[in-house]
């Protein structure tokens, strides 16, 4: 019999805000036992030196987490759904989606630009393939450092180091204070006594990364009673989106090595998705029926034999 509930996350400053949020809701769904945070500590977090793509890409942000998981260690574990690969250990589960503040980027810079009032061979810090390849669409003169770290960390960089600019998550912005909400164009905020300028990288163009500012809920697949609670604490919407995103992923497999982008909307009765890849943009519309991610899986399928 459960007394206590152990919300596992990773130790930054936003992953613990993600945490919050979670432990929060479930609170307002009148458990009866205590919730507690557990902070884990990532490959990711620790090795910060080298790329993602020499370490092992993006699941070197979950595993640890997943590792605690099955060893009952937590009971579930708060994600950023962009850091999540398309597969799991055996056992586990991610059914929870929270709604994303935002799913575009953003552009940082100490003075107020944009990407086309950027100076001429402007630094960018990110070491994204994504974010470099969609700047090029824009600007070709651009010149990119590869950067690592959390949030306070790259505004810190944007400081320290040569750089024009820096391109962030708008949600973990958000969700940091930085910014009150969601809206276009340019806006200043201030840290640690600096001021610092952001742009909206709006996603028609610049394609954010899949799951792109959505918490995703991870748990253990036999542990019925919490995952009723998960349940009643996510977006059904965005639930649908997240899941069609997912398929999406699990056919393409993609990692942290290739340029590539996607975001689903829906669009009346339809949900539309949309691609960057390696050689350009594309996209479906298909209905809001559960034959929805066949559809998209085998779309995936035939645009993954065009890029492989």
Known sequence: MRNRLLVGSRGSQLARKQAEAVISLLQDQGMDYEIESVIIQTTGDTNQAASLSEIGGKSVFVKELEVALTDHHIDLAVHSLKDVTSAWMPGLAITGFLT?????DTLICRYPLTVETLPPQAKIGTGSMRRKALLSTARSDLCYHDIRGNVETRLRKLLQAPLDAVVLSEAGMIRLGFLPNSFPGLRSFEFEGQQYWTYRLEKEWFFPAPGQ???????????????????????????RISQLELGLLSVLGFDCRIPFG???????????????????????????????????????????????
């Open 100 to 104: 994303p503040e935002s799913i575009c």
């Open 213 to 239: 500012g959505v918490v995703a809920i991870e748990h253990r697949v036999d542990d019925e009673d919490l995952m009723g609670y998960i349940k009643k604490i996510s977006d059904p919407h965005q639930t």
């Open 262 to 308: 996607s975001y689903v909307e829906l669009q009346g009765d339809q949900f539309a998705v949309h691609v960057f890849h390696p050689n350009g943009q594309e996209s479906i519309r298909v209905g809001n029926d559960l034959d929805a991610l066949n559809t998209i899986q085998k779309w995936a399928q035939l645009l993954k034999e065009r890029l492989v």
